[in-house]
């Protein structure tokens, strides 16, 4: 049983970290419109850590006025909490802020039975601000602890307008020297990635690296008690080393030796999860065929080859094909909208196809650089074959600098720099 004055000394110091941050000069989000501060249902934002849940959500308040109590779980010494404490963490903050209506709980999942908790106060008329990064405030556990009594809403690292946004980039004019800008601005995104703590950090390996080393033993190995954790910790960095690739479980199995490829299946649904891989289902009106040769991506570029011993050149393909995908994933979520990609028995692919329900709207190719002959006419062949499948002319092929729109086989194709359709 926690001491009271443990409590209130956690709380007070908490409480004094809100105020250092009001003086901060913050960057708002898109995503901050999402938050319905006067909903009776739990406002939970959910994604991998330090994506910059926590400042969204204090942003939305701070804008609106909001007279709230605060409380961070995600503190050593709160560790040891159960959900019977959690009266006395709310008698606490009733005494240091008065008589709030919100209550704003970070990291919340940490505490064993909170979902009982919120419950209660849901239903004694407080208004509820949750933030999440592992597994046990996500999917499926969400829908089962506040049935029909949450509004999720996910959370990315920076987008490239956000990073533009923060870096006082002007994103508007067509001026060559703005334009040229935003192309210096977009290299360094390209390699450093949406972190947002990232842009202030000298040391940028060794805080990617303690990055996932918290995400792999906090939010993962401690919560499903991993059995082999050196071989678990092998597969995750590997995965984020090689990414994008479809995964192969029996191969990944033999790789790490394994005994069942069921095993890196499971290790791999925790790293999705706990947000540091995201998955993309193969395109197909067929159910049993979206669920083979799943690719993963990391969540952010700088997972790639930030951490330390990751020997992982530029792949500055890969890595902007991961950025586009986590842009259509930030952009089509909140309208129920679903990314795949395209392949096709004869092997010709197209990186993205979006789909509301069964129809395709948009088609997508990602190249770095279409210079070579042979790599042009292998993506726009990719493009009009999925085009054909799908019966989408909506063709999009994004690229590092090139812009120009052509007709091949009747079907409008649109070529857009990278840097100027990540902030459209």
Known sequence: MLDKRIIEQVLAEQQLELANLSSKALCSRPEEQLVELDSDMAQVVIGVRRCGKSTLCYNVLKENGELFAYANFDDERFEEMTSKELNTVLEVLYKMYGDFKLLFLDEIQNVDGWHLFVNRILRQGMRVILTGSNAKLLSGELATHLTGRHDKIELFPFSFADYCKCKEIDMTSPTTKAEAFRRSAFDEYL??????????????????????????????????????????????????????????????????????????????????????????????????????????????????????????????????????????????????????????????????????????????????????????????????????????????????????????????????????????
């Not at 129809?359 to 054909?388: F, H, M, N």
Request: charged share 35%; aromatic share 10%; proline share 2%.
């Open 191 to 424: 390699r450093q990635g949406g972190f947002p703590e990232l842009l202030h950090k000298k040391n940028k390996k060794g805080y990617v690296s303690n990055l996932v080393d918290n995400i792999l033993k906090r939010d993962i190995e401690q919560r499903h008690k991993i059995k082999y954790i050196r071989a678990f910790e092998q597969l995750a960095n590997h995965l984020l080393n090689i990414s994008p690739a479809v995964v192969v479980e029996k191969d990944l199995a033999r790789l790490f030796a394994f005994k069942s490829h069921h095993t890196v299946d499971n290790y791999i649904g925790y790293l999705k999860e706990a947000y540091l891989l995201a998955g993309l289902q193969k395109y197909s009106t067929k159910s049993k065929l979206r669920v083979r040769d799943e690719k993963v991506y990391p969540i952010d570029v700088a997972l790639m080859d930030g951490r330390e011993d990751a020997m992982v050149g530029e792949n500055l393909g890969w890595r902007l094909e991961a950025i586009v995908f986590i842009e259509l994933l930030r952009r089509n979520k909140p309208l129920e909208r679903d990314v795949y990609y395209f392949k096709n028995d004869d092997g010709y692919e197209a990186d993205f196809v979006v789909c509301k329900g069964d129809k395709v709207e948009e088609v997508y190719q990602v190249s770095y650089d279409l210079t070579k002959e042979k790599t042009r006419a292998r993506e726009i062949r990719g493009l009009l074959t999925a085009s054909k499948h799908t019966r989408c002319d909506n063709l999009f092929l994004i690229t590092d600098v090139e812009r120009s729109e052509f007709e091949q086989e009747g079907k409008l194709i649109k070529i857009i720099p990278a840097y100027e359709w990540l902030i459209q």
